[in-house]
């Protein structure tokens, strides 16, 4: 298994960032996926799955403002995240159940 994130950055607050995983070594389409982040200084906290069927689900802290997505054929998750805050800051993993992680993307927040 094999997870790659993409598309942190740095950001001011109230813009927007599209983060991507690139998925490899099992069957996409058959899994669900999740993102997941760790502020700095905190342990790292769920924000939000899709399953098989599209079913989404997120974090009370991100609900309305963040959104996740997939494409089955590219083996890819998204999530698109706008109205960012500082508190939003953190290294963003993409993850396949609670065993496999991607390595991390930093995304800050600040102006």
């Known amino acids: 298994v094999q997870l790659v994130e993409s598309g942190g950055g740095l950001v001011q607050p109230g813009g927007s960032l599209r983060l991507s995983c690139a998925a490899s070594?099992?069957?996409?389409?058959?899994?669900?996926m999740g993102w997941a982040r760790q502020p700095p200084g905190k342990g790292p906290e769920w924000v939000s799955s899709i399953y098989t069927s599209g079913t989404t689900v997120y974090a009370d802290s991100v609900k309305g403002r963040f959104t996740i997505s997939r494409d089955n054929a590219k083996n890819t998750v998204y999530l698109q995240m706008n109205s960012l805050k500082p508190e939003d800051t953190a290294v963003y993993y993409c993850?396949?159940?609670?065993?496999?992680w991607g390595q991390g993307t930093q995304v800050t927040v600040s102006s």
């Open positions: 993850n396949l159940g609670a065993y496999y």
């Open positions: 070594g099992f069957t996409f389409s058959s899994r669900a």
